[in-house]
């Protein structure tokens, strides 16, 4: 498979979960977001895709108890690491299971037995298994994961941190965050604004008009979204970011395909 027109895809944790409603998937989205991702690699078939996905209402209200973003120490805090995991772990099967019964060819790459970071950010991936898996037309799958930190001991990585990495190394040539909000409002939550183009050399100016999230999410929500991404666009001027709502029928497949919603990210202010 020619990777070079390589997507990576993001599920929001907010898109298939209720993430005020802790362990409650969506399984009507889901079941959806599969049958999408399905007909566009019918239509495209040599499509080269690597799916990630959030943990909502899963992860995320156990790493709040427990403050597993900033570090780990001590018994009580490696029980809510595990207990992280486990959550994590349980939404991940879901996503799995919905992609297969789509007929897509999903692998499941569980960061927290493969990456570790440094200060809460990825330092060592071995990704040689999820080239091969690409190379040979499958859709790797990751999450937002607990990992074993040099300096923190533990801690949590972000799909968004992960897709980070991966993208130094595999270079794909279009981002799309998949979430329940249109883009990224200028004026959240009244979310009347939408800003159609964020680039390195605007991104400043709008920043203090970013919303964080409306519900829990330790990871930082659309302002630290947004600024890594700017940051990456930096580093991969070729990449194209999209975020935009996964909630509207239609819209991944949309997106997959090549349209342009929501809110784009790139290096020049061009789609």
């Known amino acids: ?26 399984r009507d989205v889901l ?26 209402s899963y992860g995320h209200t156990a790493a709040h108890k427990y403050g597993t973003r900033q570090g780990v120490q001590g018994s009580q805090q490696w029980a809510g690491f595990v ?8 939404l991940n099967q879901l996503v799995v299971e919905y992609l297969l019964d789509a007929g897509l060819p999903v692998i499941a790459f569980p960061p ?31 999450q937002g994961d607990v990992i074993f930190d040099e300096t923190l001991n533990g801690t949590i990585l972000s799909t968004e941190d992960l897709f980070i990495f991966l993208a130094g190394r595999l270079h794909p040539h279009r981002i799309l965050l998949a979430g329940l909000q249109e883009g990224v409002w200028a004026d959240f939550p009244q979310c009347t ?4 183009f964020i680039h390195p050399d605007n991104f400043e100016a709008i920043s203090t008009r970013i919303g964080r999230s409306a519900s829990i999410d330790v990871t930082g929500g659309m302002l630290q979204k947004v600024q890594s991404m700017v940051e990456l666009v930096k580093t991969e001027p070729e990449l194209q970011v999209m975020i935009f709502s996964g909630g509207k029928p239609g819209a991944v497949q949309n997106a997959l395909l090549g349209g342009s919603l929501g809110t784009v990210i790139n290096k020049l202010h061009t789609i």
């Open 112 to 142: 927290s037995a493969s990456v570790t970071a440094r200060g809460g950010q990825p330092h060592r991936w071995d990704t040689a298994p999820i080239q091969a898996a690409l190379a040979a037309g499958l859709i790797p799958l990751i």
């Open 83 to 90: 207990e992280v995991w486990k959550e994590a772990r349980a």
């Open 31 to 56: 079941a959806r977001l599969a049958q999408e991702i399905a007909a566009a690699r019918a239509e495209q078939p040599q499509l080269p895709l690597l799916i990630g996905h959030g943990s909502g």
């Open 193 to 196: 604004e939408l800003i159609p």
């Open 1 to 26: 498979m020619n990777l070079h027109r390589l997507t990576f895809l993001k599920l929001g944790g907010s898109l298939i979960t209720d993430k005020d409603s802790p362990h409650t998937p969506r």
